[in-house]
């Protein structure tokens, strides 16, 4: 059996049927954004939006990690994170947060099928997802985990719910 390590001009790329935005509340961590970005291109993610950080797109740690995806993800900030909710609401897309609550569902149980337009929400490295975006969303999904801590790298948890997202 040929088994050989592809190189990265012969990977095979997917055509998504479900288009995802991603909007980041208050994520700050130049090592983040940049995985952020590296992530959206994996997963075929149309935009990023960013609320309540500077993002310093020049910054070593970010390019980096980005491995010059930052060059070809379509990206944005926001002024008004809750109010850009609401403008893709209208345009018919499905808001997700991403953040462990008393109402939240687990990942694998949620649908991903009820829409072509989605947008997943995800928050700061240390608060999380603020509340006001929290009573804005459709729904709110956390990834269950078997350890004592109750959170992950918000990074991490991206990946782990694009992936959802895509299956």
């Known amino acids: 059996m040929d088994n050989n390590q592809l190189t990265h001009d012969h ?4 055509v998504v049927d479900r288009e995802i935005i991603l909007a980041c509340d208050h994520v ?10 590296r992530l959206a ?18 910054s070593n740690r970010l390019k980096r990690t980005a491995r010059n995806t930052q060059r070809s993800i379509r990206f944005r900030e926001s002024g008004n994170l809750k109010e850009s909710l609401e403008d893709f609401h209208r345009e018919s897309y499905l808001s997700i947060a991403l953040e462990i609550t008393s ?23 240390n608060h999380g997802i603020s509340t ?33 997202l895509r299956s």
């Open 41 to 58: 291109d994996a997963f075929q993610v149309s935009e990023i939006l960013f609320f309540g950080s500077d993002i310093d797109i020049k």
């Open 103 to 125: 109402q939240s569902t687990p990942i694998q149980e949620f649908d991903v099928t009820i829409s072509n337009k989605i947008v997943l929400v995800i928050g700061d490295e």
């Open 11 to 14: 990977h095979i790329t997917k």
């Open 132 to 164: 006001p975006i929290l009573e804005t969303v459709h729904h709110t999904l956390h990834i269950p985990m078997y350890g004592d801590n109750s959170s992950m790298n918000v990074a991490q948890a991206t990946a782990i719910a694009l992936y959802a």
């Open 28 to 37: 700050k961590g130049p090592a983040n954004i940049g995985g952020i970005f």
